[in-house]
């Protein structure tokens, strides 16, 4: 007989259900939504969630753009065709308009229309022994063990990580594994439970090692970077149209650039820029802005976290890679002049005085 599973799905995954282009996304959060009872989810996932659900959004806005009217010969513009093709555009221009405006109210009021924030809302307020709540009493021990294994360097985290939201929800994955006497299966693409090689996941060997001696050596431990491929241990029946789709999502971000020239801004510089922190093997683009002032760098939250913000002021760690946003003058690797010495300058005014 086999071993029941339980299954958590990281916070970059549910993002992903609005960075699908169909359908197909909602009816993979319809599957998960059915599998409910064997969900692990807790307070630290959903704010997680919410915290970068705007974001999401704001990049689908940002790609849904009208066609740009279609250029045609003077001699032939009173011709049916070339009618027809501006009225198309026309009504292509009506339609994301249409989009954008649900896009809008989905921003001021996701419970009434976010289907997404909707079916997670009902995932991350459930009750059962799956959920980690504020006010479950259990939470003080999980956030205690997360806390000490942050302070050994245990995974998951991240090398320059100074949050514990990663080693706080494994805390509680390995509590409800234990409880339930069940397998785990874990859905990210965060590198810091393993590593994905072409269309394989391979959990971290620490987590590996730690999962067979506090749980058990007898109950699986899988790591899925689609949410397909979970819902397959499941015995959930994924479309080919589903798994089609997550696997175009995924391609396109394993295919982003995973190196770039470094560089360190100058607090000097007279211009503004935008400069992204990519994290190699982490979906999400820390957005971090440079502006003019006596302390001129400031992060922006995509998500905020102070390793960005050393990365801006120290350089960049080896785990993070500053890029350069297109459209905006590279910053310049050029030494800033430095400024005469304030007593230097009066040393040499009273010299000419005399």
């Given at each position: ?5 339980l299954l958590f799905v990281?916070a970059?995954i ?16 319809k599957?998960t ?6 969900l ?6 959903e704010n997680?969630y919410k915290?970068n ?5 704001f990049?689908?806005m ?12 003077g001699?032939?513009?009173d011709?049916a ?18 989009l ?7 921003l001021r ?5 976010d289907p ?5 809302q ?11 709540t ?18 050994h360097?245990c995974?998951?985290r991240?090398?320059s990580?100074?949050?514990i939201?990663?080693?706080f929800?494994w805390e509680w994955?390995?509590h409800?594994?234990?409880e ?14 393993g ?5 394989e ?7 590996r ?12 431990l899988?790591?899925?970077?689609r949410?397909?491929?979970?819902l397959?241990?499941f015995?959930v ?6 798994e089609?789709?997550?696997s ?9 650039p ?9 607090p ?23 502006t ?6 400031t ?31 590279p ?9 005469p010495?304030?007593?230097?300058s009066?040393?040499k005014g009273t010299?000419?005085?005399?």
């Amino acid at each position: 007989m086999a071993v029941p599973n339980l299954l958590f799905v990281d916070a970059n995954i549910w993002l992903d259900f609005y960075r699908v282009r169909n359908d197909t996304g909602l009816r993979l959060l319809k599957h998960t939504e059915d599998l409910a009872d064997r969900l692990i989810v807790t307070y630290q996932l959903e704010n997680e969630y919410k915290r970068n659900r705007q974001a999401a959004i704001f990049e689908g806005m940002q790609e849904l753009k009208a066609p740009q009217q279609i250029p045609r010969p003077g001699i032939f513009s009173d011709a049916a065709a070339a009618k027809m093709m501006a009225k198309n555009v026309k009504a292509a221009e009506t339609r994301v308009k249409k989009l954008r405006d649900r896009m809008v109210k989905a921003l001021r009021d996701p419970a009434t229309h976010d289907p997404v924030y909707q079916s997670c809302q009902r995932l991350f307020q459930k009750e059962d022994s799956l959920t980690l709540t504020r006010v479950n009493p259990l939470r003080h021990i999980i956030r205690r063990k997360a806390f000490r294994r942050f302070l050994h360097g245990c995974p998951p985290r991240k090398r320059s990580d100074i949050s514990i939201g990663d080693a706080f929800n494994w805390e509680w994955m390995v509590h409800c594994a234990t409880e339930r006497k069940t397998g785990l299966v874990i859905v990210t693409r965060d590198s810091d439970y393993g590593i994905t090689l072409e269309k394989e996941s391979y959990v971290n060997d620490a987590l590996r090692q730690e999962f067979s001696e506090r749980v058990s050596r007898k109950r699986p431990l899988r790591l899925c970077s689609r949410l397909s491929d979970a819902l397959k241990l499941f015995d959930v029946q994924v479309t080919a149209q589903e798994e089609a789709t997550e696997s175009q999502l995924v391609s396109s971000w394993l295919e982003l650039p995973q190196t770039k020239n470094m560089f360190v801004p100058y607090p000097n510089r007279n211009a503004s820029f935008v400069s992204k922190v990519m994290v190699p093997g982490h979906p999400t683009n820390l957005v971090a802005s440079y502006t003019p002032s006596r302390y001129p760098y400031t992060v922006a939250e995509y998500p905020m976290t102070q390793a960005a913000y050393n990365a801006l002021i120290g350089g960049p760690p080896p785990s993070y890679i500053l890029v350069d946003e297109p459209g905006i003058p590279p910053i310049s690797n050029a030494p800033q002049p430095a400024k005469p010495d304030v007593a230097e300058s009066d040393t040499k005014g009273t010299a000419k005085k005399k």
